[in-house]
């Protein structure tokens, strides 16, 4: 699971932990089920897309593996909640349909 927080200047105090703590009520996971977690912090997170971006964004399916999120096609050329729930979901009907067949 990879979660995101966008802030700017200093880091919050114990962001981390604030992160955890939000994420195990919203999809009610008992904190002891988490195995491990790391916090990276990078000044320069948003995207810079150079020219002839759109020709590479990867597919949803890529030799077995389903990816969806901030770095597919809906959220191009800019990045929104929005854009990922749509990614997610399309990859959903998706395995749905792989499911089936």
């Known amino acids: 699971m990879y979660l995101a927080s966008y802030f ?3 880091l919050p105090p114990r962001k981390d932990q604030a992160m955890l703590d939000d994420f195990c009520q919203r999809f009610h996971v008992q904190p002891d089920h988490i195995r491990w977690h790391r916090m990276a912090v990078e000044q320069s997170a ?7 971006f759109r020709e590479r964004v990867l597919p949803y399916q890529e030799k077995g593996l389903f990816l969806a999120g901030m770095f597919s ?8 909640m929005e854009g990922a729930v749509c990614a997610g979901e399309e990859v959903a009907a998706l395995l749905t349909r792989e499911e089936r067949a």
């Open 8 to 10: 700017q200047d200093t």
């Open 73 to 80: 096609r809906p959220n191009y050329p800019e990045r929104s």
């Open 46 to 52: 948003g995207p810079l897309y150079s020219t002839g």
